[in-house]
């Protein structure tokens, strides 16, 4: 999924801490196998070539949440942004600005609604000609969520998951207040400055890092992409979201990095999702 992967646990009896921690790391490398963009033969990838297919429990489940956060934050979040994402991509990489044209072709296979899908058979249709699925803002969540589950099968409950920022705590460590987390807190002079917090039993996912971006112009735009523009976006905002799951935390911190209105922040605390935004 791009990114790397850490445990943290405590547990009286190492040998079985460290069956449970590789027994995790391997979830995560399934679930990878499932939701990889990066990977041509992952589930995902083959599907949306596919354009048409039965999906495994793992896709159903986290495509069922993807379409709830399209659906609640009004396409500011889009799971069908996987053309844009590919366009976008290649652009870094290449350090070319995408043109105009290419990013209305790109733009024109997005939207959430053309997704079709049957609770029965488990099948899912992409309607639009082009379309690509992309999981990049929710999969590392999930993944996250799962890991943390392996090793409560096993009886840990002190527990931290890291996929590359986004996290998810168990119980507090032993002599400790919590676990402690550097959250950013300000934006100063373009860059931001952080703070430390005290976490348990939740997840918290931050988007909207500084350094994934491509200059232009003078202008960065982000690997975070607006699905009504086609751009990546040029705010220097950074959202952290605590959630009580990951998968949640993930999917929120994109979906508000592009914006969501201010009623569904306060409905969405009531669900035990909390928002946080800063901006220079
Ligand atoms: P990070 O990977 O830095 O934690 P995110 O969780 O915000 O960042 O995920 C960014 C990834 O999500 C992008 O690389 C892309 O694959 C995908 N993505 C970009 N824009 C959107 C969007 N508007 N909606 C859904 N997914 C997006
Ligand atoms: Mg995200």
Known sequence: MGTDFRIVLYHPDSSLAREAASEAFE????LENIFSDYDENSEVSRLSDAGNGEVSDELWEVLE?????S?????????????LTK????????KEFPS?????????TVGYKGIKTNPRTRNVKLK???????FGAIAKGYAVDEAMEVLRDYGIYVALVDGGGDLRVGNTPPGQKGWEIEQPDKIVNGEPTYKKAWYVNTAVATSGDTYRYLEHDGKRYSHIIDPRTGMGLTNRRIVTVTAPTCMAADAWATAASVGIKKLLTVDLREE????QIIEE
């Open 27 to 30: 979830r995560v490398a399934d």
């Open 128 to 134: 639009n000609k082009g379309m690509r699925l992309d």
């Open 65 to 69: 949440y993807a379409l709830d956060v």
């Open 100 to 108: 105009e044209r290419d990013i209305e072709v790109a733009k024109a």
């Open 272 to 275: 035990g999702i909390s928002i």
């Open 71 to 83: 659906a609640r934050s009004e396409g500011a979040f889009d799971v069908t942004v996987g053309a």
């Open 87 to 94: 366009l976008w991509r290649k652009a870094f990489r290449q």
